[in-house]
């Protein structure tokens, strides 16, 4: 709800002590403020993929070069690339969610050089205005290469990376925030979100062998309460490994009692 309300307050909806008064409400007994990640499943993933290729096709190859230089020139309408450059910003903004763990809006609020392939790092800008970096993965750094190729050719008047395609009269206009809000579910249909994507990333990470406290800073958790539902969905015992290390712990009993023993 908080959240609700945050989003009305910054669209003029309510008033600024209506939202203090909200936020000042305590969390109900027995309730968690910490949202439980909601995962997609593998083969959802896999569905994901196969909808955007077959939504929004893109050009092989071999013909894109060809068709982009035309339709630059003038010599194609914008009708022949058009799908071609939905899917690159699509999966540049599907890869920095899943692929990143970059939350929405700052996903939203990236300029061309925050996201350049050739950065070490991509610098995602929090709500706040500060900046946090994080280590630019092999996939994210494709589709991001891939779409600012294109939004070079387009060679917009901003810096912001994600552009309006819906035609070729505002193709170099920004993406508003109201339309990058319903992007997912406009292009590729309901049931999809930017935080299950986040979620989808963070839980395949720690199954795959990341440790939590760098899951931690990939994902910008300011506590590590924040991150431990992570581990549980990923399916681990947080109070089983914590029995298992506090059983090495130097000054543990078993430790104790092995230095007396030895």
Not at 57 to 63: M, N, Q, S, V
Not at 74 to 83: D, E, K, L, Q
Not at 121 to 136: F, K
Not at 207 to 221: I, S, T
Request: hydrophobic residues 40%.
């Amino acid at each position: 709800m908080t959240s609700f309300f945050t989003w009305a307050w910054r669209e003029g909806l309510v008033t600024a002590d209506a939202l203090i008064a909200i936020r000042s409400i305590p969390v109900p007994e027995g309730s968690s403020g910490v949202a439980q990640p909601r995962p997609y499943k593998r083969w959802e993933i896999q569905e994901l993929w196969r909808v955007l290729d077959e939504r929004w096709a893109r050009l092989a190859p071999e013909d894109a070069e060809r068709w982009l230089r035309r339709w630059q020139e003038g010599r194609s309408p914008y009708s022949r690339v058009r799908s071609h450059a939905i899917h690159l910003q699509l999966e540049a903004v599907v890869v920095l969610a899943l692929s990143c763990g970059v939350r929405r809006g700052e996903i939203y609020r990236c300029s061309v050089d925050d996201i350049h392939p050739d950065n070490a790092y991509i610098s995602v800008r929090r709500s706040d205005g500060t900046i946090r970096e994080l280590p630019h993965t092999g996939m994210a750094r494709r589709a991001a290469g891939e779409w600012l190729d294109f939004r070079a050719r387009v060679d917009p008047p901003h810096d912001r990376a994600w552009l309006n395609l819906w035609s070729e009269n505002t193709i170099t206009q920004p993406m508003t925030e109201h339309s990058f809000e319903k992007l997912l579910g406009s292009y590729l249909g309901r049931g999809w979100t930017f935080r299950r994507l986040r979620d989808t990333g963070a839980v395949e990470w720690l199954r795959a062998g990341l440790q939590v406290w760098h899951l931690q800073r990939m994902l910008g958790h300011r506590s590590m309460k924040d991150t431990l539902p992570y581990v549980e969905a990923a399916g681990g015992d947080v109070q089983r490994k914590l029995e298992q290390v506090e059983r090495a712990l130097p000054w543990s009993r078993t430790a104790r009692q092995n230095v007396a023993s030895g």
